[in-house]
């Protein structure tokens, strides 16, 4: 409930503009209709729009600030909200009227406690950007290096503050109104810890400091340099890059070699270093003069460990396997189901949407997209990280079609990620062999243990049934004896080559190849060949056996 008067008037205007831009049927269920005028609060009830991913987009327009951030970060998280909404908030545009200059130099000399020239040779009056927290001018410091200097507006921190606590107001109203695939105070925590970190400068100089740490020597991407004893929590200073927007590239083949580069970049950060740029759009990347990429706008940059990048390779090589029970293993092996979870239903959503995907083929980032909403309708948590990871893949997949339509991500990327298994030490016979699953005995392997694990929890169910043949009891010792050293080879062979994959960075090396993973591989290939003769030799013990 507001608690003072700014705070009432403020969230009398928010509800009446939901109400103007169509949205006064949630307004009257959620017993808000106090907030309307008085004619508008006897208007009839109707029903909630269809449309309402675009009306609530427009009125969110009209608010402005928070709302509009708001907005802009649910584009990027389908695991709070649905697929449409997030399309729908995509297309808001941050773009405010700027601050008069004296007020802009009146924050400078706030910030340093000094007169502006002390710190700057030179600012340029006019920006090259203005939003809702800050606006960006371009500036010379006193040695005459070119700068970008990056301004947060007077009072923006108490404004987002006000509106955060009119959020959560209207979140606890709305939230007995609302599908149960979302939860609004959830959304409003969220955003209340997103804005903590937006509204501090130097959160995002030292995102910048580690992308350019674990980025900085990709080939062909530029980060800029943060000068921090320019930089405070509400000026942000940093190296000026000089270069046009991609969309602006005429060259076909220079599009397409941007496009390569940029899919490189994003590949090398996912999946080798751990640190990347969440929203590699066209907005946020420009071509240099040397045609160098140059990145811009750090205020998301995600983190991967180094089991969820292993977890991510997995993912990648099932699906290109078309292996949708190891897709739905891995997905609640980095999950965590939670007590409304139906795992047969998850695998069942699993499998139907890598089927459309394989029709349609639309592209495999959107295909890992596509994977965490079936999470988040089939209440499976996910690491915050990992959403921002299949975004930033479908972002950078969606930037290089829109430089070349006629880019292959995935056999281009498919290429890229098999070399940075073999950076990795990861024999190449493995590879193709393990890692790849292209060998039926290694799909096998790879499903005998889960397959008994399953039959366990059946019978733990109660579900399973015991049908038994009296012609066949002569043969139920030598059955059960025989399966039981065959499920035990492939067990202990299973076992060494989870253990050998584990170590591949552990010395002492043969060339590329890891000794201690060489002995496990050669024992498992022991035990198959065991397991493949105990198969073999089956149909002729059995006919002694009957035979007796």
């Keep these: 409930m507001p608690t003072t008067v700014d705070d009432l008037k403020r969230a009398t205007q928010v509800i009446r503009v939901l109400s103007k831009h169509g949205l006064g049927p949630l307004i009257r269920k959620a017993g808000l209709t106090w907030h309307l005028h008085l004619f508008d609060r006897h208007r009839p009830l109707g029903d909630i729009p269809e449309d309402m991913p675009q009306k609530l987009t427009a009125a969110m327009e009209e608010l402005g600030g928070a709302y509009i951030k708001l907005g802009q970060l649910l584009s990027i998280r389908p695991d709070l909200i649905p697929p449409e909404y997030c399309q729908e908030f995509a297309k808001l545009q941050d773009d405010v009227e700027p601050e008069p200059f004296e007020t802009i130099v009146e924050t400078i000399e706030q910030q340093f406690h000094k007169p502006i020239n002390d710190v700057f040779k030179h600012v340029d009056r006019k920006p090259l950007g203005s939003a809702s927290i800050a606006q960006v001018h371009k500036a010379r410091l006193r040695s005459g290096k070119a700068v970008v200097v990056k301004v947060q507006r007077p009072d923006v921190r108490q404004k987002f503050e006000e509106d955060i606590d009119i959020l959560k107001y209207l979140a606890r109203k709305f939230e007995k109104h609302v599908?149960?695939?979302?939860?609004?105070?959830q959304i409003i925590d969220e955003f209340e810890q997103y804005t903590k970190k937006e509204l501090d400068f130097k959160v995002e100089a030292a995102n910048i400091d580690l992308l350019k740490a674990t980025s900085g020597k990709i080939p062909h991407i530029v980060v800029p340099n943060v000068f921090w004893a320019h930089t405070t929590k509400k000026v942000l200073t940093m190296e000026y890059l000089d270069g046009i927007k991609i969309g602006d590239i005429k060259q076909k083949s220079l599009r397409t070699q941007v496009a390569k580069r940029l899919v490189d970049a994003t590949l090398v950060q996912v999946f080798e270093r751990g640190v990347f740029h969440a929203d590699l759009h066209p907005g946020n990347i420009i071509l240099l003069r040397n045609n160098d990429i140059g990145l811009l706008d750090f205020g998301i940059?995600?983190?991967?460990?180094?089991?969820?990048?292993?977890?991510?390779?997995?993912?990648?090589?099932?699906?290109?396997?078309?292996?949708?029970?190891?897709?739905?293993?891995?997905?609640?092996?980095?999950?965590?189901?939670?007590?409304?979870?139906d795992l047969e239903r998850f695998r069942e959503d699993v499998r139907e949407t890598v089927d459309k995907w394989y029709v349609s083929r639309r592209g495999i980032t959107r295909l890992l997209y596509q994977l965490f909403l079936t999470c988040s309708y089939n209440k499976i948590k996910m690491p915050r990280n990992s959403v921002l990871l299949g975004k930033a893949l479908v972002t950078a997949e969606g930037t290089a079609k829109q430089l070349d339509p006629d880019f292959d991500f995935i056999k281009y990327s498919q290429e890229k990620?098999?070399?940075?298994?073999?950076k990795q030490r990861t024999p190449k016979k493995m590879l193709d062999q393990f890692l790849k699953k292209s060998d039926q005995m290694s799909y096998v392997l790879s499903n005998l243990p889960k397959e008994s694990l399953e039959l366990i929890q059946t019978i733990k169910r109660g579900r399973a049934t015991l049908e038994l043949d009296d012609s066949k009891f002569r043969r139920i010792g030598f059955n059960i004896t025989h399966s039981s050293n065959r499920l035990?080879?492939?067990?202990?062979?299973?076992?060494?080559?989870?253990?050998?994959?584990r170590l591949h960075e552990v010395p002492p090396f043969a060339g590329e190849y890891s000794i201690p993973v060489v002995v496990m591989y050669i024992v498992a290939i022991i035990f198959i060949i065991l397991l493949i003769s105990s198969i073999a030799r089956e149909p002729r013990l059995l006919k002694r056996e009957g035979g007796d």
């Design 179 to 185: 599908t149960d695939h979302v939860d609004p105070l």
């Design 301 to 341: 940059v995600g983190r991967v460990e180094k089991n969820t990048i292993a977890l991510g390779v997995k993912l990648y090589q099932a699906i290109m396997s078309r292996d949708e029970d190891e897709i739905a293993d891995i997905i609640l092996e980095y999950g965590r189901a939670t007590h409304g979870t």
């Design 417 to 422: 990620i098999v070399n940075i298994l073999k």
């Design 488 to 501: 035990s080879f492939a067990l202990i062979a299973a076992s060494f080559i989870i253990a050998g994959s």
